[in-house]
C-alpha cells in the first residue's frame, strides 16, 4: 500500500501537536493569517516546530504575503515547506524558491471539473499542490471553511499529480474521500475542532483511527 501523507493543519497548541503525533501526521501546518481563528505568531509556530522534533514536516502556511512576513515567518519558526493558499502565481512561487531553498505547495480552489485547469501552469513549479473546496460566498477565509466539494472529479486527474486533499474532511465522510479519490495526501483543520479554531484531540484521534479503517478497507 501506498504511503499516505496527513497533515494536521491550524494547530495551536501542545496537545493538538502531541495528538497529531501520535496519530501519525506526515506534516503539521500552522496558520500565519490574521482573519483565520487559526492564526499564530511566528515565534509561538517556531516554539512548537521545536516541539515537534522531526517527527513530521512543519508547513507554513500563508495567504498573498510578501517578503517581509515571509522573512519573519521562516527565521522564526524554520519550517520544512511553505504552503501558499492565494492568488500568488507560478512567478511568485518558483522566487520563493529560490529566495527560501524551501519546497513550496500551492492551494487551488476546486468547485467543478474545469477547475482542473488551474493546474497547468504551476506543473513543474509548485512541489505539490493542494486541492480545497472553494469557499461559500461570503466567507474571508480561502480555507478551513469546513465545505467539501465533489472527489470524483480527481479521477480527472494525471497519475503524476502529487497533491493532498482539503475541504470539509472530518471521520465521518473520510472513508467516502478514499473511497472516490484515494488521494496521496490528506489536509485537515475544521474536520477535528470543537470550535472554530479549537483542535479537539478526541476527534484527532478519530480522524486518524477512521483513515485507518478505510485504508484496511480498500487494500482489503
Known amino acids: 500500500m501506498k504511503v499516505l501523507d496527513i497533515k494536521i493543519c491550524g494547530l495551536k497548541t501542545d496537545a493538538a501537536l502531541a495528538a497529531a503525533l501520535s496519530g501519525g501526521a506526515t506534516h503539521v501546518g500552522f496558520i500565519f493569517f490574521p482573519k483565520s481563528p487559526r492564526n ?7 516554539r512548537l516546530r521545536k516541539l515537534a522534533g522531526g517527527k513530521a514536516k512543519a508547513v507554513a502556511v500563508t495567504v498573498d504575503a510578501d517578503n517581509e512576513f515571509l522573512d519573519t515567518i521562516v527565521t522564526e519558526m524554520q519550517p ?10 507560478p512567478e511568485r512561487l518558483a522566487e520563493l524558491k529560490v529566495r527560501y531553498g524551501l519546497p513550496v505547495m500551492k492551494a487551488l480552489s476546486v468547485r467543478e471539473p474545469a477547475d482542473l485547469a488551474a493546474i497547468a501552469p504551476y506543473r ?7 486541492f480545497d473546496a472553494k469557499p461559500p460566498k461570503g466567507s474571508e477565509l ?15 486527474l494525471d497519475a503524476d499529480v502529487d497533491y493532498m486533499l482539503s475541504g470539509g474532511l472530518n471521520a465521518a465522510n473520510i472513508g467516502e474521500a478514499i473511497r472516490l479519490a484515494n488521494p496521496p495526501g490528506l489536509d485537515i ?32
Open 124 to 130: 513543474g513549479v509548485a512541489d505539490r499542490l493542494l
Open 189 to 220: 483543520s475544521s474536520g477535528v475542532e470543537s470550535a472554530p479554531g479549537i483542535k479537539d484531540t478526541a476527534l484527532i484521534e478519530q480522524f486518524f483511527k477512521a483513515v485507518r479503517a478505510a485504508r484496511s478497507d480498500r487494500a482489503a
Open 142 to 156: 480561502p480555507g478551513g471553511n469546513g465545505v467539501s466539494f465533489d472527489w470524483t472529479i480527481l479521477a480527472r
Open 40 to 46: 499564530i505568531t511566528p515565534s509561538e509556530a517556531g
Open 80 to 89: 520544512d515547506m511553505l504552503q501558499l493558499h492565494g492568488s500568488e502565481t
